[in-house]
Every structure is written in C-alpha cells, then in structure tokens.
C-alpha cells in the first residue's frame, strides 16, 4: 500500500519551508530512522528522518524548491516487495492538485461585494479605462482579497490595503501579491491631513520609495523567511512592548586578570589544543544567568492571563549571520562552569552559521545578550525578543579614567544597557537585576563559588 510523505512541521508556528536536499534517491529501501531530506526553514536546516520502513517510490517535490506548504505531498513510499513503479505512475499527477486548488480558490470562489449604502453626492461622469486596470477599491475602506492572497500578504508583511486588486470586482488574489513584492500594483499613501503639532506622518510605500531612486541605480533583493520574521516580531515587539532602558559602566579589571590566570591554567586535548578558552562574553553570560537567579522577580515572561515564573536562567545570545540573526539559547547556564558555557557557545553559534539548529536550540529563552564590543561599539540598546522581558546590550571594554579616592586612574570599563518591558519588569526590579549582573562581572570569583 502506497503511504504519502508529507512535508514536516519542525515547529510550532512553521507553515512552509525549503526542500533543500534528497537524501535518498526514488528505489531507494528505507528504514525507520533513516534521514530522507534536508528541510530549511527561516532559521535552520534540518534532517527530516522517516518512521516507517519501505521503499521509496516516487520524489514528488524535487530538491530545492522553495515554499512547500506543511503537510504537502513531497514523496511517496511503498511497502518491501509492492509494486514501485506502479505507486510512482499514479502519483506521477499529484503535484498539479495543489496549483488546481489555488486556480479554485482565486477563480471560482470569487463572491462579488455587498453593496454598501449609498451616499447622497454630486453625480460625477464615469471616465473609460481599460479592462485589464484595477477595479476601484469598494467604498466604506472594506478589502476584499481571496484566502490564499490574505496568507501571502501576511507572510509577506504587506499590507493589503496598499494593494491594487486585479480580480474580479477588484479583489485582491496570489498574484497581486507577488507584483507587490517587486514594489508593482502598490497604491499611493493617501496625502497626509495632520495638521496638529506632533502628528506623525505616514509611512512610505514601497511606491513611493522605489520612485526615489533611478530605475537600474540599485537591485531589489527579495526578502528571505529568516529576514521576514525578524522583521515582523521585532516590529511586533517594539509596537506592543513599553520598555525602559537602563545603563551602568562596569569595571572589568578583576575580570580580565581572572580570564587570563583561567584561560593560561586549561589543560591540552589530544592534539594539543586548550581544552577551553574563555571570552569576556563566557563571563557576560554567566553574569546574567546568576543575576536572573538572585534577581528571580526579573526572570518572567509576560503573557496576557498571567506572569511565567522560570526556574533556570535560559540565555540566548545573539549570532549575527550574513542573511540575517539568531539566538541560540544556553540551557540552565546558571548551573554550568564557565569552560561548559564557552564551549557549549562556540558549538552551538558554529551550527546556527551552518543553519543546523534544532527549533528547541534557539527558541524560547528567559533572556538575551547581544554583545557588539567587537565591534569597537561603545554602548546601544538592543531590541527585546519575544516572549522574553529582557535583553543585555554589551558595548566594549576600553581604557577611560575614573576617579578612585581622589585620583583620576586608567580602568578597563565596560558600558552595558538593559532593556525591559515595563509590563513585566518595573523600573526599581530592573534596577535590581542590572545592579547584580554588575556586582558579579566585577567580581568574578563570585560565579565560581
């Protein structure tokens, strides 16, 4: 009997994904545990291993498409010793199904507005225009767009009100969408008609930007899934979130000795390589996992019935990637050594490079740590990520004099910024957190004893 490969969910708000790569070829035997394909979300890439036992009949999905919705047909298998060839002719058609559904769903279930209610005005005479131009958008701001073209949008970030429809009675469908990605059939912002001090502007349109700028002075890269969705819940968090941010310098005299002494005293592996060797970011993170523990009020998570009160101390920490960022999450990291916490770090921050992260290794979290000091940056506030209710912003260790009993000094300072949401953090608790996260780094014997 024929069995059906569905594209996976390798997590819980995942929708579509990548099949990058065919890991068995069609004639294939297959056993339960065997790693079929590689699937790449915004975020990783994943091995997709297969659970029941058989042969592989039919690739339908070839690698290296793109956007595969979940749970659509991306192979089929038949049990040992059934016919492969005949599974393989039957679901030889099975790709055109999906492409028939989305032709329905944007042409036979087109329902033409209701009428809204008319208003008493000046007749004006109806001016000619070509059949292919958009129908006029239906009065009273209301938007009719098909399913498909409303999930599109979504995805997308576009807002489905600066789209020119193209269907039928104006509605908005797949390919209007499309259009609006490369910065076509996108309506002017209405004229703005603030007239009160301080009223803000409107936003840009894609439009009107693109006509800032000469036609073939620039190249339009699409956005990938990984830049959308760091897009969206940052706009999200920064719309919706009230936060503070509160700055202290820390003196990392102690801390720098401290790091030497340990990083000179690690032992050799095998092939004569040190065993562990710390950063200024081990000790940051080990910081900021005691802090949380001394601090717990702070080590929450806001959601709208209730406050989450986490146990351990989860801290993600910032990867910056060439097509966009990630943070990977050091579990428990108030339990582990600094030499665990360095190497677990670079182990993971190695695969989140390679894409090869599991959704458990970078979602979640209690909080964050986004360290630009190498970077040569002196000190900036970072953006928090949700569901979490904070996140550490680390500038630099630099040479700055200070004044120590009466006598201006050099020291090694480093300024750090901690974001907050108000809705969960208040100001005198945030405080309270910053002001342990400083007591530990400068003094790091403290995270050893």
């Not at 065919?22 to 790693?35: P, R, Y």
């Not at 059949?131 to 938007?143: L, Q, S, T, V």
Request: aromatic residues 4%; proline residues 6%; neutral net charge.
């Amino acid at each position: 009997m024929a069995t059906n490969i569905l594209m996976p969910a390798l997590s819980p708000t995942m929708e579509k994904g990548n099949l990058a790569k065919w890991l068995k070829k069609e004639g294939d035997a297959i056993k339960s545990g065997d790693v079929l394909a590689e699937i790449e979300t915004d975020k990783a890439t994943m091995e997709y291993e297969a659970v029941d036992e058989g042969v592989l009949a039919k690739i339908i999905i070839p690698e290296g498409t793109q956007d595969v919705a979940v749970n659509s047909v991306i192979a089929v298998m038949v049990a040992d010793g059934e016919d492969v060839k005949s599974a393989a002719s039957s679901a030889a058609s099975a790709p055109a199904a999906p492409k028939a559904e989305a032709a329905k769903t944007e042409t036979t279930k087109v329902e033409p507005p209701k009428a809204e209610p008319a208003k008493a005005a000046p007749a004006a005479p109806a001016a000619a225009s070509p059949a292919a131009k958009p129908a006029a958008a239906p009065a009273g701001g209301r938007i009719f767009a098909s399913p498909l073209a409303k999930r599109l949008a979504k995805e997308a970030g576009i807002d489905l009100g600066r789209v020119a429809g193209t269907g039928p009675h104006g509605r908005v469908i797949a390919r209007d969408i499309d259009d609006a990605k490369a910065g076509k059939g996108l309506k002017a912002a209405p004229a703005s008609t603030a007239t009160a001090a301080g009223t803000a502007a409107p936003a840009m349109t894609d439009a009107q930007i693109l006509g800032l700028y000469e036609e073939g002075s620039y190249e339009s890269v699409p956005h990938d899934g990984m830049r959308r969705t760091i897009a969206q819940r940052l706009t999200a968090a920064t719309n919706s979130m009230p936060t503070f941010y509160l700055t202290v310098d820390c003196d990392l005299g102690k801390l720098t000795a401290a790091r030497e002494d340990i990083n000179a005293a690690a032992g050799k592996d095998k092939d004569g390589k040190p065993l562990y060797k710390l950063s200024v970011n081990d000790f940051v993170i080990k910081a900021m996992a005691l802090a949380l523990q001394k601090i717990p009020e702070a080590n929450v998570s806001w959601t709208e019935a209730a406050m989450l009160k986490h146990q351990h101390s989860d801290i993600g920490v910032a990867v910056a990637l060439p097509f966009g960022l990630i943070t990977p999450i050091i579990r428990n990291a108030e339990l582990k050594s600094l030499s665990a916490i360095s190497n677990e770090m670079k182990e993971l921050a190695g695969r989140a490079k390679a894409k090869k992260l599991k959704p458990h290794e970078y979602q979640g979290g209690t909080t964050s740590v986004s360290n630009l000091g190498m970077y040569g940056i002196k000190d900036f506030t970072a953006v928090i990520n949700p569901p979490q209710s904070s996140i550490l912003a680390v500038g630099a260790g630099e040479e700055r004099a200070v004044v120590r009993n009466g006598v201006i000094v050099p020291a090694t300072i480093m300024s750090v910024t901690l974001s907050c949401d108000h809705r969960a953090i208040d100001g005198a608790l945030g405080a309270e957190l910053i002001g342990a996260f400083k007591k530990l780094i400068e003094n790091p014997v403290m995270m050893v004893v």
